[in-house]
């Protein structure tokens, strides 16, 4: 053999370790590789988790806020019609008068009596001129 193989089998004896050092460095080897990959796959699910939340939170802001906007135009809308009808024609509402002899009287009118009384007042004086017409 020449000497420069015997020096290669030294050398490799000398850097050559036992089976069992090797064995169980490839296992912490893996064991690290293992716990690597799953801390870089428990962050990527992490990242997507609070992705996921804070959209779904910005949904939820945006969903509270237009529904709060749709509330306040839903009442401004009701505000201005209730307005608009009592300046027409006030809602049922009592109505507190004297009588002729003194006598406090207390009335509830409901927005289809002025139309009723209209009506009747309208055919009193329709009976009116009728009446006037034939004498």
Do not use: F, W
Request: overall charge positive.
């Amino acid at each position: 053999m020449p000497p420069k193989e015997i020096a290669q089998r030294r050398l490799s004896k000398e850097h050559q370790k036992p089976q069992e050092e090797i064995r169980n460095e490839s296992s912490k080897d893996r064991q690290l590789a293992n716990i690597t990959e799953t801390t870089e796959e428990e962050s990527k699910q992490d990242q997507r988790s609070r992705l996921k939340s804070n959209r779904l939170s910005k949904l939820q802001i945006e969903q509270r806020q237009i529904s709060e906007q749709t509330e306040r135009q839903r009442m401004l809308e009701l505000h201005e019609r209730y307005k608009a009808t009592e300046t027409q024609e006030p809602h049922a509402r009592k109505l507190q008068y004297q009588s002729v002899r003194g006598r406090r009287i207390e009335e509830t009118i409901t927005p289809e009596e002025p139309q009723r009384r209209l009506e009747c007042q309208h055919v009193v004086k329709k009976q009116a001129k009728e009446t006037e017409t034939i004498e």
